[in-house]
């Protein structure tokens, strides 16, 4: 079966929703940025919505991580469209349901999308032919031949990637990140890759605005990217001398843990002790998982 479709009138389509999530975004900063004084970069925002109250922040940490990540497994292995959707429905539900403002698995979703839009585009035309697909020409332009199967497998891949990326904020967002790392401890993650997250993720917001701050003094000083080599040589400084100033918090941030008493581990104050309700919480997703798979492979048969 062959489909034809108008070439242009998708591009201008695609064109037209593109400038308008583009001004869109750019309004929402100018507004921002109005409104709100400089935000603290020092503070981490992974977690910013952990003192919120749902089935989820108060599900046991250690349960919380092991059965979304089985869940999340499970819908990897999904092979059908219409199971995929049922799993994105879930995931949007299990959004819903932590009661997370969803600013945050948008501007997730945003991350992802220009990989997955690429994808969108190289999978359907680069995919080996199939006996009995459907073929869609797109006119005027008739050695532009969309597969229908490649179309099938590039469009199931980013729904699970959806569905997945939006079961994240739930997993992540609903717990502080110290409680999150312990529950991993717990799960018998080594404790040096616990801290180092934890680190990375304290400090990465602290040179983001270093970074910053260095950009703006250096077109205070009449800097203008072009492309040349001074171009080049003033980036080549840049990220050298940010390089160095990394290097020397970490010293001083080092020997600040050394004097008050680290010793290769941080204290811990919290103690996780499942409830009957946490396991059901478990289980509940780890079910909604199997029958999710279970239905996907029956639909093949």
């Not at 070439?7 to 100018?30: D, H, I, K, S, W």
């Amino acid at each position: 079966m062959i489909i034809h479709l108008p070439f242009f009138p998708l591009l201008a389509l695609a064109a037209l929703t593109g400038a308008a999530a583009l001004q869109l975004r750019r309004r929402r900063r100018q507004n921002g940025q109005a409104d709100a004084q400089e935000p603290d970069w020092s503070a981490p925002v992974l977690d910013e919505a952990a003192d919120r109250d749902s089935p989820f922040h108060r599900w046991d940490a250690r349960l919380k991580i092991a059965s979304l990540f089985i869940y999340c497994f499970l819908v990897v292995s999904l092979q059908t469209l219409t199971w995929a959707a049922a799993a994105l429905a879930i995931s949007i539900a299990a959004v819903m349901a932590s009661r997370i403002p969803w600013s945050r698995p948008l501007r997730r979703l945003a991350a992802m999308s220009g990989f997955l839009t690429m994808f969108l585009i190289v999978v359907p035309l680069t995919a080996p032919a199939v006996p009995g697909e459907t073929l869609i020409v797109l006119d005027p332009f008739s050695s532009l031949i969309l597969h229908g199967e490649g179309l099938r497998l590039a469009t199931l891949v980013v729904v699970k990637a959806c569905a997945i990326a939006l079961l994240m904020e739930p997993l992540l967002a609903t717990a502080p990140l110290a409680v999150t790392l312990q529950a991993l401890a717990a799960l018998r993650l080594p404790n040096a890759i616990c801290q180092m997250i934890l680190l990375a993720h304290r400090y990465i917001h602290v040179l983001g605005h270093e970074a910053r701050r260095m950009q703006r003094s250096m077109r205070l000083r009449g800097f203008a990217p072009r492309t040349d080599l001074a171009t080049l040589r003033a980036y080549g400084n840049f990220l050298g001398m940010l390089f160095v100033r990394s290097f020397d918090r970490t010293q001083r941030v080092f020997e600040a843990m050394q004097s008050r008493g680290y010793r290769g581990a941080f204290p811990t104050w919290t103690t996780f002790a499942a409830t009957p309700a946490d396991w059901a919480k478990g289980a509940f997703w780890i079910i909604m998982g199997i029958i999710l798979l279970t239905m996907d492979r029956l639909n093949l048969c």
